[in-house]
């Protein structure tokens, strides 16, 4: 586990998302405010893209089929079972760091 810088604070509007590409992983990278937050950019369902997925308050949609996921903690409103990976996020000054597996 180690945090790795992927991106810069300043790139990201406040209420979008841009993805990550590292270690294999495809990560969505989320900003609520000056809140930062990282999940798995695949949807639980059928692997739609995340970070192209409409922000609704504290929720994104998925582009696909409409699923929502809490952008904090991963967390499915249809089923306690439906939970995105996510990954701790730091901020330093500008740089945004993802804590990796
Ligand atoms: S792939 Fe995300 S809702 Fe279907």
């Given at each position: 586990m180690s945090f790795v810088p992927v991106a810069k604070a300043s790139e990201i509007p406040p209420g979008s998302a841009i993805l990550v590409e590292i270690n294999n992983l495809e990560i969505a990278l989320f900003r609520l405010g000056d809140e930062f937050y990282a999940t798995?950019?695949?949807?639980?369902?059928?692997?739609?893209?995340l970070a192209e997925g409409r922000i609704d308050g504290e929720q994104v949609i998925c582009p696909w089929h409409h699923w929502r996921f809490?952008?904090?903690?991963?967390?499915?409103p249809l089923s306690p079972k439906l939970k995105l990976r996510t990954f701790p996020v730091k901020r330093e000054e500008d740089q945004i760091l993802i804590d990796l597996p």
């Open positions: 798995s950019n695949l949807c639980i369902h059928q692997g739609g893209p809490n952008i904090k903690d991963g967390t499915s």
